[in-house]
Each structure stands twice: as C-alpha cells, then as structure tokens.
C-alpha cells in the first residue's frame, strides 16, 4: 500500500462529506485507503460515512469509538491500522486541492526537484511535508510556527499571538519547524516508530501536534511545507462547540504538558516556573477574551 489517509471525526455533518469529496473526485498513480475514526459522534457524521462507505467498500475503512477518546488517541487509532508507506493525517475539515495529495506525495518519494535541493544542501533527510491552508474566503492561513519555547511562547502571548504569525512567510515553499497538523503527510515508519501522538490526557486537543513535530526533528527528519499545493481549512468546524474559556484552558493544558515534556525533564524548579509562566498566560487569556465580549456587547448597545 503505497498511501494510507487518515480522517479523525466527531460532530462533523457540516463538513465531512466536502473532505471526503475532495478525496474521492480524483485518480491517483499510487493505490491509497481511507481509514476514518469516529470519536463517538452525535450528529449525522456517522450516517453520511456509512453511505459513502456503501459506495467505495474497498477504498474506505470506518473505526466507530465509543466514545471521544480525543485528537491524540482517536488518530493513533488509525495510525496503527495503517498500511501505507506514507501515511496522510486530515482533519475532516479540510478540502483538498486536486493536485495535492500526488504532489504531497512526491515530495516525500523524494521526485521533486525542491526536495531533492534540500536535502544537498542539508544532508537530511524530509520525514513530513504539508500544503499551504487557505480559509474558505481564500485567505492564507497562518499554519507554520517556530516550535515552542519557554521564552518565545511568552513574548508571543504578550504580543496577543502576533509574533509566531511572522516566524515565516507562508507564500513560500521551504523547511519549517512545526506546520498544522490539519492535512500533513508522514512516512509511515518513522511515524510509527515515534509512536503517532503522545496520548496524554494533557495533550487531548491542543499541542499534539506541535509535539509531534517536535518528535519528528529529534529523530532529525526535516519537515516541508509546500506552497505550491493548496487545502481549504474550514477552520474552527472541529472545535466550535466548545465554549471559548474550555478552549483555552485545554490550549494553556496542553501547552504546559509540552513545555514541561521537552525543557523540564527532571527538574522540580523548572516545572514550577512553566506553571506559573502558563498560569499568567491562561489568565491573561480569559481578561482579554471578557474585554472583547464587554466592548461588542457596549459597541452594539450603542
């Protein structure tokens, strides 16, 4: 099996069938299955899958949880069932550009004349690539950052998250530290030998994916993003229903657990300092989210 795509799903009716869509309308010179894993949904995520399921019985694979087992959890679930040399993580929010996947896909087999640059130049080896994330409205998506440190994810907080928006310029194709894991593709053995995402209760929604990245460079696999293949994100649809204060106290969980992980190992002291780094962070957070509800609701009184 040359490609194993991996859809993570729960509550997605409004989306699922776009991605699935963007999947199924093209043909491939590779062979590739589709493994979906449903977190226990409610809606009609689960009755939209099983008729496309009805439709491609060879291409498609659904896994029903019983119940959320979370981002983490929910794709190392897929992961193991896997068979793919490469091996394509999707949020169900995510609508593909007809050319993406087979291009994704060179660039991983190593056929693409940029990757073959880099790596001369390097002398590494390219372990994961990504396409530029645009919004539906056709506006790029900030999906590249600098991994996180104890230093840069504080002055990124003082500057309200402008700053990690500036680490590249999205418009170009070249090596990064940490792209979303929305639509990412990873050669199979190395993610498997990694052991897919870290499944820490910390780390249920928020940050896998950083430390993902993170685990990638420190089996030093470099990591590609490509801006010359394209996904729709129609951002926020995995997420929304989740009120605003539970999202970043999950973000401000998972965000301690990674810093704590990775730049505390074995230190007491340290680990004090990230609580009381990300406590301020956390709390910053929640005042400026009121500020922002007490000034539309003043704005639209008036």
């Known amino acids: 099996m040359d490609l194993s795509i991996i859809i993570l799903t729960w509550n997605g009716e409004e989306v ?7 999947i199924l309308a093209n043909s491939y010179a590779f062979n590739y299955e589709i493994i979906i894993v449903d977190n226990n949904s409610k809606d009609k995520t689960l009755e939209i899958l099983n008729r496309y399921q009805q439709k491609h019985r ?44 087979p291009r994704l896909y060179k660039d991983l087999n190593l056929e693409t004349k940029k990757i073959k640059q ?9 372990g994961a690539v990504a396409p530029m994330l645009k919004y539906p409205s056709g506006k790029i998506q900030k999906s590249l950052r600098k991994l996180p440190t104890p230093l840069n994810i504080f002055l990124d907080a003082l500057t309200l998250g402008r ?3 500036q680490d590249y310029d999205h418009s170009k194709s070249q090596v990064v530290d940490q792209p979303m894991a929305s639509c990412l593709m990873i050669k199979g053995k190395l993610l498997k030998k990694i052991k897919g995402f870290d499944e820490n209760p910390n780390f249920f929604l928020y940050f896998n994916d950083v430390d993902l990245s993170k685990r990638i460079q420190d089996q030093n696999y470099l990591t590609f993003y490509d801006a ?4 729709i994100h129609h951002h926020g649809e995995s ?37 009381i780094e990300v406590k301020i962070i956390f709390i910053a957070r929640i005042v400026l989210l009121f500020i922002s509800k007490f000034l539309k609701i003043f704005n639209f009184n008036k």
Not at 66 to 95: H, V, W
Not at 249 to 257: A, M, P, Q, V
């Open 58 to 101: 060879k291409l498609i694979k659904i896994i029903k949880n019983s119940k959320n087992y979370g981002f983490a959890k929910g794709n190392n679930i897929g992961i193991k069932k896997a068979r793919g040399k490469f091996i394509l993580l999707l949020n169900q929010d995510i609508e593909l550009e007809g050319n993406t996947i």
């Open 16 to 22: 699922i069938a776009k991605c699935l869509d963007s």
């Open 228 to 231: 010359d293949c394209l996904a």
């Open 239 to 275: 997420t929304k229903k989740l009120q605003e204060p539970a999202r970043i106290k999950l973000w401000c969980r998972g965000l301690y657990y990674f810093l704590a992980k990775h730049y505390a190992k074995g230190s007491v002291v340290k680990k004090i300092f990230l609580f």
């Open 118 to 126: 880099i790596m001369a130049e390097t002398k590494q080896k390219i």
């Open 163 to 165: 700053k990690h928006e």
